[in-house]
């Protein structure tokens, strides 16, 4: 069974503090690990598609990371606009191709930045 | 393009009571989940289709949740009869039919059992 690890659960910056969040995963095959952003009272809103070891992809402020075990969002100096709850989650290889969709998510990084 | 439209967007009932959600997905958007968001954990997936058909149900109750998706298009997902531990955000989402695509995730219906 796919197992998605986030941490810390919350994060509190100074506006313009650089920080990075991380996500630790296991899963049998990876297909793609997804990483969002999740207002209060709103659904998550997508931002990166990462796939393979190495893989870098960048946002604004913000890039994502990955290696075998792990991934990484990097927030560089964060405005308060930057604060929401940010996702991990993978896509595991599944025998019923369809199934592959399914996505496991983490518990979530709460991300504060103060002026 | 218009995104996931879900319905209602809040719902408080008391326990042992009956409700449903319903959602309308991307259009063109063959697969669908729901999901549900336990306040301050991440979305758990508890059901999967493609078209009408269903992929994964492994983490439906279903002495008490169902779900359909007719003609493989809008979908609804019932409790009956709800419990206190029901208390969440029911999210849909809906992704194009290929692997490693995106998922598109509609406001969320917050359900409050009391």
Redesign the interface.
């Known amino acids: 069974e796919d197992q998605v690890t986030q941490s810390p659960e919350a994060l509190r910056l100074q506006e313009g503090e650089s920080s990075s969040l991380n996500c630790s995963y296991t899963v049998s095959g990876l297909r793609g690990l997804f990483w969002y952003r999740q207002d209060p009272g709103k659904g998550p809103e997508f931002l990166f598609t990462l796939y393979s070891a190495g893989e870098e992809k960048e946002k604004e402020r913000l890039k994502a990371t990955l290696t075998k075990k792990e991934s990484f969002l990097h927030i560089t100096a964060p405005k308060p606009e930057d604060s929401a709850t940010y996702l991990c989650a993978v896509q595991g290889i599944r025998e019923i191709k369809a199934a592959g969709n399914k996505l496991t998510f983490g518990g979530g990084t709460r991300v504060l930045v103060k002026p | 393009e218009a995104g ?1 439209a879900q319905s209602p967007r809040y719902k408080i009932i008391e326990k042992r009571q009956s409700v449903a959600f319903w959602c309308n997905p991307i259009s063109g958007h063959a ?1 669908l ?1 729901w ?1 549900q968001q336990i306040l ?6 508890l059901i ?1 289709f ?1 078209n009408n058909g269903v ?2 149900d492994s983490q439906l109750p279903k002495d008490r949740f169902s779900a359909e998706r007719l003609k493989g298009v809008d979908s609804t997902l019932k409790i009956q009869p709800a419990k206190l531990e029901d208390s969440a955000v029911y ?1 849909c ?1 809906s ?1 194009y039919a290929n ?10 219906t ?1 359900l409050t059992v009391v």
């Open positions: 996931v697969t989940y999901y301050g954990q991440g979305p758990k997936l999967q493609q992929v994964d999210l989402a992704s692997l490693n695509t995106e998922a598109f995730f509609g406001q969320g917050r």
